[in-house]
């Protein structure tokens, strides 16, 4: 996790424009704005509704896999013998 934070920390803060300079290119022009760049994407609408959509989808397929799981466990034939579902 630390350095999933330190890449994020790394490329919003400017990491990128040093990039940029070190291959000979010119930084593009700092922003006016007094949030950080991380603030300003998490602001966005279409982030909220992508995380939701996110949430929702991944709740969904855990309850139906885990129903499926829970269903094949319970009506299979040989409990005692059979380890995997295939």
Known sequence: MPFITHSLNTTLNGGSIECLAQIGQA????????????????????????????????????????????????HRPHPATDIFVT
């Open 27 to 74: 930084a593009g022009e700092k922003g006016t704005s007094e949030d950080s760049k991380f603030r300003q994407i998490l602001g966005l609408k279409a982030v909220h509704v992508l995380a939701f959509f996110i949430l929702v989808y991944v709740g969904v397929e855990v309850t139906i896999g885990g129903a499926s799981f829970i269903q094949s466990h319970l």
